[in-house]
């Protein structure tokens, strides 16, 4: 049926059905056959579309990888208020893709996307005014996105919120705060504040010491490695 509506020109219908092929929904996993039916969607200006045309640009995935058209199909998208591809342009330009690597540039764009409630880019924000990348550096600012973004349940936002209250980052120095945003991101699956749950429990910072939990805890770093969220 979304091949019948696509017959008619239909552009959501070659959007849907670009995504059947890109996740093998019933068919054989097909980037060339996704990127035909995203490019014709995009085309007739349909905003994922050209977000997810961006997309496999970036990756190479059904065609050959081109930063230069990854990034002007996301401007496509992003002008059309698409948080997805304001969050991608972000990245573009934090680290340096077919561009020179611009914080200014790439601030602007995380911000635009943050304010429409994309997660990563709320997360991708904090990160910023923690470093003082693009901006001024700004620990409550950082603390407010990376608190917008945990609310959304972002299990790296979660680690950076206990680093805050852990290290004092223009707050007092909580362990006990730090020890519940720990707690989140471990139970969440983040390595890093797995380990460094296990050291509060073996430090008695924030909770009674308890040596069961830092032992359990600990080794983790040992056979995985914490994967980039950028």
């Known amino acids: 049926w979304y091949t019948k509506a696509a017959d008619q020109n239909d552009s959501i219908a070659n959007y849907y059905l670009g995504n059947i092929y890109y996740d093998g929904k019933g068919v054989e996993v097909n980037y060339k056959m996704a990127f035909q039916y995203y490019e014709t969607a995009a085309n007739q200006g349909d905003a994922d579309a050209q977000r997810q045309l961006g997309f496999l640009y970036y990756n190479g995935h059904g065609t050959d990888q081109d930063y230069t058209k990854a990034r002007e199909w996301y401007i496509k998208a992003a002008n059309q208020n698409d948080s997805i591809a304001n969050y991608y342009l972000g990245n573009i330009y934090y680290r340096g893709r077919g561009v020179e690597v611009n914080y200014k540039l790439?601030?602007?764009?995380?911000?635009?996307?943050?304010?429409?409630?994309?997660?990563?880019?709320?997360?991708?924000?904090?990160?910023?005014?923690?470093?003082?990348?693009?901006?001024?550096?700004?620990?409550?600012?950082?603390?407010?996105?990376?608190?917008?973004?945990a609310e959304q349940n972002d299990i790296v936002a979660n680690y950076f919120l206990g680093n805050i209250y852990y290290y004092g980052r223009?707050?007092?120095?909580?362990?006990?705060?730090?020890?519940?945003?720990?707690e989140t991101a471990a139970n969440q699956g983040d390595v890093d504040a797995q380990r460094q749950l296990g050291f509060l429990y073996e430090d008695r910072h924030g909770t009674d010491q308890d040596w069961f939990c830092s032992t359990c805890l600990n080794p983790i770093r040992m056979d995985t490695q914490y994967t980039s969220w950028m």
């Open 170 to 182: 223009d707050v007092e120095v909580n362990y006990k705060v730090a020890f519940q945003y720990y």
């Open 106 to 149: 790439a601030f602007q764009y995380y911000e635009i996307a943050a304010n429409q409630g994309d997660v990563g880019a709320q997360r991708q924000l904090g990160f910023l005014y923690g470093k003082g990348h693009g901006t001024d550096q700004d620990w409550t600012k950082a603390r407010e996105w990376y608190t917008k973004a």
